[in-house]
Each structure stands twice: as structure tokens, then as C-alpha cells.
């Protein structure tokens, strides 16, 4: 019989009947430390993922996301150990029908955040206290290896190269009742030429947690299915001092005021078969893509974790699609290859399709322009010397000046100057008394290109 949970005062041979009487057999059941029936684990899911989008380029569709980084009901770190993304070329009835009937893309792995900062601090104290306690060196423990995945709050890149079989549409049987409907009389109606849906192929992405239980799904990023565009053609590259320009031709079936741009009024030929686009048709643009060229490796490297390989989505130098067939880069670094490629842009309202690449044209700009001549040169002459002084040049390479001089009427200008000065003054005491002195400038770079002579003046020394 329990007895040490009794209240005091309570004799040891106190009867059942009186304990149910007062009602205190209920009261030490609940304060000697019995646990009520264990409750379920608190489940965890994955809120969307961010900033989700969808590029074709050609026949590869980038898809880009941000892996969550909370759960649906805003607690973090989220509970997601990978993010699939599905595609579905068609009009999906709901995410369901997505993940059900469409293709898996791709399996984004996700690392396991690392502990809350409150832990990470209690435990800092505790081996600290530990060292105080004990001075003897511990044995330096073997590192852990980072789980394999990207981390929460990640930007992640998949591709998807489209084939004939993906740009098909899915086709959902399904059971459905139809009541019979009486023949009606009368004109059958056709769909108007504004019902015509442009062919879509949507993607979507979803976390999942470590249960395997699926969170929010994303919103919809749907691209045209359409055939792409032809790439421009006859891509060519130049340079000045300041900029790099890039030209090219209209692909064939591009419309007519975009190759008067171009300088060519020919008549395009006709275009190849392809489904019906939107009413009005796309509007035709281009970007421009500075080519990066693949260094091959000194090495081959180990392997890494399993994992998906680190993709990034290419961006066009130029801010906004291009409405003529030239652009002009300003960022001009002499002795640097840069190397360019074009695409033509299809637009259907809000979305856009990609031809493939152009051609790669390439250039490397060399420093072949000479600095301005010097402006300004006057001479002040005094007793056993010329003292001379000029404007200044602007140009942000230059490297000096040198002095030109000869003796008049008919010498021949040469350096005084062993090599280039940085002052814009220059005091002569080589001079002979007596004899008349033309002078000039010439300004010199850093590549070694030489300007132009400033203006002349003549002097006679004393």
C-alpha cells in the first residue's frame, strides 16, 4: 500500500474506503511522478522554396530555386533533406497529377544544418571548463566529413535537355460520367484564333523532409514548347580604345524591320512548319553571351561527394533583349580574350524561348593607340638655360613624356630626354649661348605607343 505519498497526519491503517471517501487515492497518483502515454513527435514540413524560375535556352531549360529554410509553420532550421523538381509538358489539374504523370528532373540533396548557436555556446563552455580542469592535450579527433548536399537558404541550378519524347503532352487517362446530351441543331462553333494556348511545359519544385513527407510545392514556372528560333549567324568582333563591338545577321524567318537594322532588306524565306503560336506571334530579340573558354585541369582531382554538379545559369551582357544586330561592350581590358555568342529571343507575352548559340567569335584587344599630343608648350629662357612647360595629358596609362629639341633652322628633332619624365616642366641647361632651339612634346603609354608632337616654339639661348 503507498504510503510515502500520503499527505501528513494520515495513520498507516487508514481504510480504502476512507481514502476514496476524500478523494486523495487520485492525488498522490498524480504527484509521485507517474508519466501519462508518450505523445506523437511534432512532424515537420518543408515550406516552398524561393525565387523559383525557369530559362530555356535552346534545347536546355536552366531551372533555379533557393532550398527553404524554413517549415510551413515558420519554424526553423526547416526539416528537408531534398528538393525534387518535376516537369510536366501540358496543363497539370494539380501538383499532384505533376509529381504523379510528370518527369522527376532532378534530386537536390540536402546537408543537415549544424547546431543552434545556444548549443554551439554551452558547448564552447563546457570544454573550456574541461581544458581548465584538465591541462593534459587530448588527442586531436579525425575530421568529419561534410555530409554531401547543398545547405539550407543554397542557390541551386538543375538542367533539362528537352527531347521529342519530354515535349510531348501528358496524356491523363481519366473516368469520367457524361450525361447524353440531345443533338442540337445549328453552325459548329470553331475555337477563335484568341482561345489557341501557347504549349507550355511547367516545372515545379517541392522539399521533402527526412520522414519523406512532402512540403509546399513552389509555384508553376511554365516555357514554350515551341521550336526554338534559329541562332543569328556571321558573328564578328571589334574594338576600339574604349569599347568592343558585336555584330551579327538576322537568322532566317527573323521580320523584316530587324534586318533593315541590319542593312539587308532580302526577303526572308519561308518559315518550317511548327505549331500555332499566340495570336500575333513572338516579338524577336537577341542577347549577347561573353563565352567563358574551359581551362583544362593541371591535375585530375579526387572525386567528389556524391552530389549534383555545381550548374550556373549563363546571363547576357546586355541588360535587356536587343532590338538590333549590334551591341557594344565597354568593358575593354587590353591583352584579355573575350570571346561572344549570340542567341535569338522569341517573347510570347511573359514568357520567352532561346535559340541555341551562335558561332563563338573572339578577340583580344592590344593597346595600338597612342596618347594625345600635348597641348600648350611654352618656354621661359634664362641665363645658361630653356625651362619649358605643358598641359598635362588624361589618359589613364600614360607613362611619361619626352623632349624633343634640334637646332633651327634645319636640325632634326631628338630626345633630350633619356627616357620618358612624369613632370610637365622640363628646364634645359644643355643649351648653348647664342644658338636658336625648336621644341616639342611627345606623349608615350605604357604599351609604348609614342602621340603626336605638340606644338613647336623656338628659343635662342643666352
Given at each position: 500500500?503507498?504510503?510515502?505519498?500520503?499527505?501528513?497526519?494520515?495513520?498507516?491503517?487508514?481504510?480504502?474506503?476512507?481514502?476514496?471517501?476524500?478523494?486523495?487515492?487520485?492525488?498522490?497518483?498524480?504527484g509521485?511522478?507517474?508519466?501519462?502515454?508518450?505523445?506523437?513527435?511534432?512532424?515537420?514540413?518543408?515550406?516552398?522554396?524561393?525565387?523559383?524560375?525557369?530559362?530555356?535556352?535552346?534545347?536546355?531549360v536552366?531551372?533555379?530555386?533557393?532550398?527553404?529554410?524554413?517549415?510551413?509553420?515558420a519554424?526553423?532550421?526547416?526539416?528537408?533533406?531534398r528538393?525534387?523538381?518535376?516537369?510536366?509538358?501540358g496543363?497539370?489539374?494539380?501538383?499532384?497529377?505533376?509529381?504523379?504523370?510528370?518527369?522527376?528532373?532532378?534530386?537536390?540533396?540536402v546537408?543537415?544544418?549544424p547546431?543552434?548557436?545556444?548549443?554551439?555556446?554551452?558547448?564552447?563552455?563546457?570544454?573550456?571548463?574541461?581544458?581548465?580542469?584538465?591541462?593534459?592535450?587530448?588527442?586531436?579527433?579525425?575530421?568529419?566529413?561534410?555530409?554531401?548536399?547543398f545547405?539550407?537558404?543554397?542557390?541551386?541550378t538543375?538542367t533539362?535537355?528537352?527531347?521529342?519524347?519530354?515535349?510531348?503532352?501528358?496524356?491523363?487517362?481519366?473516368?469520367?460520367?457524361?450525361?447524353?446530351?440531345?443533338?442540337?441543331?445549328?453552325?459548329?462553333?470553331?475555337?477563335?484564333?484568341?482561345?489557341?494556348?501557347?504549349?507550355?511545359?511547367?516545372?515545379v519544385?517541392?522539399?521533402?523532409?527526412?520522414?519523406?513527407?512532402?512540403?509546399s510545392?513552389?509555384?508553376?514556372a511554365?516555357?514554350?514548347t515551341?521550336?526554338?528560333?534559329?541562332?543569328?549567324?556571321?558573328?564578328?568582333v571589334s574594338?576600339?580604345?574604349?569599347?568592343?563591338?558585336?555584330?551579327?545577321?538576322?537568322?532566317?524567318?527573323?521580320?523584316?524591320?530587324?534586318?533593315?537594322?541590319?542593312?539587308?532588306?532580302?526577303?526572308?524565306?519561308?518559315?518550317?512548319?511548327?505549331?500555332?503560336?499566340?495570336?500575333?506571334?513572338?516579338?524577336?530579340?537577341?542577347?549577347?553571351?561573353d563565352?567563358?573558354?574551359?581551362?583544362?585541369?593541371?591535375?585530375?582531382?579526387?572525386?567528389?561527394?556524391?552530389?549534383?554538379?555545381?550548374?550556373?545559369?549563363?546571363?547576357?551582357?546586355?541588360?535587356?533583349?536587343?532590338?538590333?544586330?549590334?551591341?557594344?561592350?565597354?568593358?575593354?581590358e587590353?591583352?584579355?580574350?573575350?570571346?561572344?555568342?549570340?542567341?535569338?529571343?522569341?517573347?510570347?507575352?511573359?514568357?520567352?524561348?532561346?535559340?541555341?548559340?551562335?558561332?563563338?567569335?573572339?578577340?583580344?584587344?592590344r593597346?595600338?593607340?597612342?596618347?594625345?599630343?600635348?597641348?600648350?608648350l611654352?618656354?621661359?629662357?634664362?641665363?645658361?638655360?630653356?625651362?619649358?612647360?605643358?598641359?598635362?595629358?588624361?589618359?589613364?596609362?600614360?607613362?611619361?613624356?619626352?623632349?624633343?629639341?634640334?637646332?633651327?633652322?634645319s636640325?632634326?628633332?631628338q630626345?633630350?630626354?633619356?627616357?620618358?619624365?612624369?613632370?610637365?616642366?622640363?628646364?634645359?641647361?644643355?643649351?648653348?649661348?647664342?644658338?636658336?632651339?625648336?621644341?616639342?612634346?611627345?606623349?608615350?603609354?605604357?604599351?609604348?605607343?609614342?602621340?603626336?608632337?605638340?606644338n613647336?616654339?623656338?628659343?635662342?639661348?643666352?
Open positions: 500500500m503507498m504510503t510515502g505519498c500520503l499527505p501528513a497526519g494520515w495513520r498507516r491503517g487508514a481504510t480504502l474506503r476512507a481514502l476514496l471517501a476524500v478523494g486523495v487515492l487520485a492525488a498522490p497518483v498524480a509521485c511522478g507517474r508519466k501519462g502515454p508518450p505523445l506523437a513527435p511534432l512532424l515537420h514540413l518543408p515550406g516552398p522554396v524561393e525565387a523559383f524560375s525557369a530559362r530555356r535556352l535552346g534545347s536546355t536552366y531551372v533555379q530555386f533557393t532550398i527553404p529554410t524554413k517549415n510551413q509553420d519554424s526553423t532550421p526547416a526539416d528537408v533533406s528538393v525534387r523538381v518535376y516537369g510536366y509538358t496543363t497539370p489539374a494539380s501538383d499532384d497529377d505533376i509529381v504523379k504523370y510528370g518527369t522527376l528532373v532532378a534530386e537536390v540533396p546537408r543537415r544544418p547546431p543552434p548557436e545556444e548549443e554551439d555556446r554551452a558547448r564552447g563552455k563546457d570544454q573550456k571548463q574541461q581544458q581548465a580542469q584538465k591541462p593534459a592535450p587530448q588527442p586531436t579527433a579525425r575530421p568529419v566529413e561534410p555530409e554531401p548536399g545547405d539550407q537558404g543554397a542557390t541551386v538543375v533539362e535537355t528537352l527531347t521529342p519524347a519530354l515535349l510531348q503532352p501528358v496524356v491523363v487517362a481519366r473516368r469520367t460520367r457524361e450525361k447524353k446530351k440531345a443533338a442540337v441543331e445549328g453552325p459548329i462553333l470553331l475555337p477563335s484564333a484568341s482561345s489557341v494556348a501557347l504549349p507550355e511545359r511547367v516545372y519544385a517541392v522539399g521533402v523532409n527526412r520522414n519523406g513527407k512532402r512540403g510545392f513552389s509555384p508553376h511554365p516555357v514554350p515551341l521550336d526554338a528560333p534559329a541562332p543569328p549567324a556571321n558573328v564578328k574594338y576600339t580604345e574604349t569599347a568592343i563591338t558585336i555584330e551579327w545577321t538576322p537568322p532566317p524567318g527573323a521580320p523584316a524591320i530587324t534586318r533593315e537594322a541590319a542593312g539587308t532588306t532580302a526577303e526572308p524565306p519561308p518559315l518550317p512548319s511548327t505549331p500555332l503560336p499566340p495570336p500575333g506571334g513572338p516579338t524577336w530579340s537577341y542577347d549577347v553571351y563565352i567563358a573558354k574551359a581551362t583544362p585541369a593541371s591535375s585530375p582531382a579526387a572525386p567528389p561527394p556524391p552530389m549534383l554538379p555545381q550548374v550556373t545559369a549563363p546571363l547576357p551582357v546586355n541588360p535587356q533583349p536587343l532590338s538590333t544586330t549590334i551591341f557594344t561592350d565597354p568593358r575593354v587590353f591583352g584579355t580574350e573575350r570571346c561572344y555568342a549570340v542567341r535569338t529571343v522569341n517573347t510570347f507575352g511573359t514568357l520567352q524561348e532561346q535559340s541555341e548559340a551562335s558561332d563563338i567569335a573572339c578577340v583580344t584587344p593597346d595600338t593607340f597612342p596618347p594625345a599630343a600635348p597641348k600648350g611654352t618656354a621661359v629662357v634664362n641665363a645658361g638655360a630653356v625651362s619649358l612647360i605643358w598641359d598635362p595629358n588624361a589618359e589613364p596609362d600614360l607613362d611619361g613624356y619626352l623632349v624633343l629639341r634640334a637646332e633651327a633652322p636640325g632634326t628633332l630626345p633630350v630626354t633619356p627616357g620618358p619624365i612624369h613632370q610637365t616642366t622640363f628646364n634645359d641647361t644643355t643649351t648653348k649661348p647664342g644658338v636658336r632651339y625648336v621644341y616639342a612634346i611627345v606623349a608615350v603609354d605604357q604599351a609604348g605607343n609614342a602621340s603626336a608632337q605638340s613647336r616654339i623656338e628659343e635662342t639661348a643666352r
